[in-house]
């Protein structure tokens, strides 16, 4: 009976032991525990689908240019279908202007691109080299200050904006890469290259059918057959 009593004990003891040991651990499972159980909750309470990261100035207007690029393209095949008679010329017409061989490629669509925005640069040019008054290239503050007295109001006060920022270097006048600085500035703030972009051009470079990279008369006609087949306008 002592034997029992004293087993007995010892087991209470160590209960108590283990008890007192184990007390601290519980807390900080019991506390890991819930914080698991917070986060899955939390989890199944966040939206399937997260909000999208803030569109960027630059991506909005990448995102807008393309959008113009694409409904310029869609009004364009929506005239070629209401007359394909007139636009078959019409197409072939352009098709040998941007290649003579006949066979259209994207290295003749950028060259007319940079042809046509070289014009544009040549015409913001001319204003400025006529204001050299000597033929030296330059363009002296006195020369300005001539063109700012002569000129209208509405170009007076666009000389005497050159006239304060033009000369970047300092050295009291405006040199040919300085005018080629403004005039692109300037370029650059009113043309796009998709405003440029004939949507024309687009559609031709659309009509390849092989996919060689190259667009032949025979595709073109095949193409606009094909579209006007196709029938109905473009959806917007």
Known sequence: MKYIRATAMKRVAM???VLALGAPLVQPVARAEAQSLKDALNQQLRPANPAKPKETQAERDARRQ??????????????LRSN?????????????????DGELTQEDVLIDMKRKMAQQRGRLLQPLLQLDLDADALVSMEELEIGIR??????????????????????????????????????????????????????LLGFDGDGDGTVTSQEVLAGIDALVAAGGPTKP
């Open 66 to 79: 393309q959008e113009y690029a694409l409904q310029r393209m869609q009004r364009e095949i929506d005239n």
């Open 84 to 100: 394909p008679e007139k636009y078959r010329e019409r197409y072939l017409s352009t098709l040998f202007q941007l290649a003579p």
């Open 15 to 17: 209960m108590g032991l």
């Open 150 to 203: 002569l000129n209208s109001s509405r170009e007076r006060s666009r000389l005497e904006l050159l006239r304060l920022t033009g000369d970047a270097n300092g050295d009291g006048q405006i040199d040919l890469p300085e005018m080629m600085a403004i005039v692109d500035k300037e370029l650059s703030g009113r043309y796009r290259p998709q405003q440029l972009q004939n949507p024309l051009v687009n559609v």
